[in-house]
């Protein structure tokens, strides 16, 4: 998810926010935008986001022609279904991410991959954002079984449209590209001529293993088959507060298959749910055999 931003409450008021803005823009605004993408997607703002939030639904305002917060608000609120709804979560929604961020988390994966008789070995990326983190996850994929069609299933998949959008053509800037190795880097990438000089595109042996799709992990389902070998879900859970942590670990662990492996960010813990997960490496962790018991993997 692509990842959030974390929230906290705050003091309802009327008044208008200290710095002058383009746009009416209140505290009680900020409040009711707090209230909104909570409902929406689980995503928590403390008041220290008055002006992202400020400055990133602005654009959506001018697109529209609103003068005021307060009338985007209400004719969002209007209409469930809008289309708009989209387009407001997308700004609210950050984005950080990088090829092989967290590099040991990819060691981990193709020593498991390594150890695995699993065919094919299905990973479900839970953040994917602009898509560097799946296409590293199908690098390893390659490396780690040392063929260009490896059997493995990767399932990318964010809360933000726009971010997959960009993950799915897998085009990127070269900077993007400044980590990887050189080998990494001719293996992997095409780069761009003419009019596209600058940028690069993954590979068809990368993007074929990748399939880019919408999931709001707050939903009560998901559009997803079957159990994981690996789910990666780093780096998002720290956006939600607990109860909504232990909502989707929960849902997570059922997609897990009784081996399988739960990768997560480097500075969150499952310790709040021993009874289910177990350590098993740095931030990584596997059902406990309490968890397989009762959720009827066996």
């Given at each position: 998810?692509?990842?959030?931003?974390?929230?906290?409450?705050?003091?309802?008021?009327?008044?208008?926010?200290?710095?002058?803005?383009?746009?009416?823009?209140?505290?009680?605004?900020?409040?009711?935008?707090?209230?909104?993408?909570?409902?929406?997607?689980?995503?928590?703002?403390?008041?220290?986001?008055?002006?992202?939030?400020?400055?990133?639904?602005?654009?959506?305002?001018?697109?529209?022609?609103?003068?005021?917060?307060?009338?985007?608000?209400?004719?969002?609120?209007?209409?469930?279904?809008s289309?708009?709804?989209?387009?407001?979560?997308?700004?609210?929604?950050?984005?950080?991410?990088?090829?092989?961020?967290?590099?040991?988390?990819?060691?981990?994966l193709?020593?498991?991959?390594?150890k695995?008789?699993?065919?094919?070995?299905?990973?479900?990326?839970?953040?994917?954002?602009?898509?560097?983190?799946?296409?590293?996850?199908?690098?390893?994929?390659?490396?780690?079984?040392?063929?260009?069609?490896?059997?493995?299933?990767?399932?990318?998949?964010?809360?933000?449209?726009?971010?997959?959008?960009?993950?799915?053509t897998?085009?990127?800037?070269?900077?993007?590209?400044?980590?990887?190795?050189?080998?990494?880097?001719?293996?992997?990438?095409?780069?761009?001529?003419?009019?596209?000089?600058?940028?690069?595109?993954?590979?068809?042996i990368?993007?074929?293993?990748?399939?880019?799709?919408?999931?709001?992990?707050?939903?009560?389902?998901?559009?997803?088959?079957g159990?994981?070998?690996?789910?990666?879900?780093?780096?998002?859970?720290?956006?939600?507060?607990?109860?909504?942590?232990?909502?989707?670990?929960?849902?997570?662990?059922?997609?897990?298959?009784?081996?399988?492996?739960?990768?997560?960010?480097?500075?969150?813990?499952?310790?709040?749910?021993?009874?289910?997960?177990?350590?098993?490496?740095?931030?990584?962790?596997?059902?406990?055999?309490?968890?397989?018991?009762?959720?009827?993997?066996?």
């Amino acid at each position: 998810m692509a990842l959030i931003i974390y929230v906290g409450l705050i003091m309802v008021s009327n008044s208008p926010l200290s710095d002058p803005h383009e746009f009416s823009y209140s505290t009680a605004d900020f409040n009711k935008v707090v209230q909104l993408i909570y409902q929406r997607a689980g995503i928590r703002l403390n008041d220290s986001k008055q002006q992202m939030v400020y400055s990133r639904l602005a654009r959506r305002l001018r697109a529209l022609n609103m003068t005021s917060f307060s009338q985007y608000l209400t004719q969002l609120e209007k209409d469930a279904d809008s289309e708009e709804w989209q387009q407001f979560t997308n700004s609210l929604t950050t984005n950080l991410t990088s090829f092989f961020r967290e590099s040991y988390h990819f060691d981990m994966l193709a020593q498991q991959m390594k150890k695995s008789a699993a065919k094919p070995f299905r990973i479900w990326c839970s953040a994917a954002s602009t898509g560097e983190e799946p296409y590293s996850l199908a690098m390893t994929a390659i490396e780690a079984y040392q063929s260009n069609h490896p059997n493995v299933e990767i399932v990318a998949s964010d809360l933000d449209t726009q971010v997959l959008a960009t993950g799915a053509t897998g085009i990127y800037t070269l900077d993007k590209l400044e980590k990887l190795s050189m080998e990494r880097k001719r293996a992997f990438f095409l780069k761009g001529k003419g009019s596209d000089s600058g940028k690069v595109r993954a590979k068809k042996i990368l993007r074929e293993l990748l399939e880019f799709q919408q999931i709001n992990l707050l939903n009560d389902t998901w559009p997803l088959q079957g159990r994981f070998d690996a789910i990666f879900c780093r780096n998002v859970m720290i956006y939600f507060d607990r109860p909504t942590q232990k909502v989707i670990l929960e849902k997570m662990g059922h997609l897990l298959k009784p081996e399988g492996h739960l990768y997560v960010g480097h500075s969150e813990n499952l310790q709040f749910l021993s009874d289910y997960y177990a350590s098993c490496g740095k931030t990584t962790y596997r059902l406990t055999e309490h968890a397989i018991s009762q959720w009827g993997h066996r």
